[in-house]
């Protein structure tokens, strides 16, 4: 069973601050996703990787995948209170279909 | 474009009761997945279709069912219904059944509520 631990659990910080969350996996993924997710909503798709040491900028985030694909990172800077939600990584590797989601980070940036 | 939609949005049932949840795709997806977010964890794969046949299935009881229609629309059914089949039912849509294609978009749930 493929497993992704996600870490801190909850964080709550200031706004102007700066975060990083961990997605971490004794599993290869052949890719691997990160998803926001809002109170009563589907998560939303931020980012897809796939090359092991790949880095993706988005605006004030920046995603890493690890070299040996088993772990990936999200960085923020500079947080608003928009960006306030639950992140989730999820992966998929080999044959495998479906996606296999961490168990998230709430992230509350405070005004 | 309209994204992937769910029907109902909210549900209540009663233990022991049967549930039919709906949804659609983007249009031109053929592939539909199905999750379960119990409050406070991440979802977890209940099933998978692509072109009406099923291509996965998650670890969750024979209550749980699903089919896929000629349009690519879905439904998943679940069986005498427990307390803790309490959760939001997250459909998702993609291009492809796998691969680096399997980039998932996912619609607003429906939230289940058995008591």
């Known amino acids: 069973t493929q497993l992704l631990e996600q870490s801190p659990q909850f964080l709550s910080i200031q706004e102007g601050e700066n975060l990083t969350v961990y997605c971490n996996s004794s599993?290869?993924?052949?890719?691997l996703q990160w998803y926001r997710q809002e109170p009563g909503e589907g998560p939303v798709l931020l980012v897809t990787?796939?090359?092991?040491?790949e880095v993706k900028k988005l605006k004030r985030l920046t995603f890493q995948f690890g070299d040996a694909r088993k772990d990936s990172s999200l960085h923020i800077t500079a947080a608003q209170p928009g960006d306030t939600g639950l992140y989730l990584c999820?992966?998929?590797?080999?044959?495998?279909?479906?996606?296999?989601f961490g168990s998230g980070t709430q992230l509350t940036v405070l005004p | 474009d309209a994204g992937v939609t769910q029907s109902p949005t909210h549900l209540i049932k009663t233990r022991g009761q049967q549930v039919t949840l709906r949804c659609s795709p983007i249009?031109?997806?053929?592939?539909v997945s199905w999750y379960q977010q119990v409050l406070g964890q991440g979802p977890q794969f209940i099933f998978q279709?692509?072109?009406?046949?099923?291509?996965g299935r998650g670890n969750f009881p024979d209550r749980f069912s699903a089919r896929q229609f000629p349009n690519y629309s879905s439904e998943l059914n679940v069986n005498a219904l427990l307390l803790g089949d309490s959760a939001l039912y997250l459909c998702?849509?993609?291009?492809?059944?796998?691969?680096?294609?399997?980039?998932?978009?996912f619609g607003q749930g429906t939230r289940l509520t058995v008591v």
């Open positions: 998702a849509s993609s291009w492809a059944s796998g691969g680096l294609n399997t980039e998932a978009f």
């Open positions: 599993s290869v993924f052949s890719s």
């Open positions: 990787v796939v090359t092991g040491g």
């Open positions: 999820a992966g998929t590797s080999g044959s495998a279909r479906q996606l296999t």
């Open positions: 249009s031109g997806h053929k592939s």
């Open positions: 279709y692509y072109e009406k046949e099923e291509r």
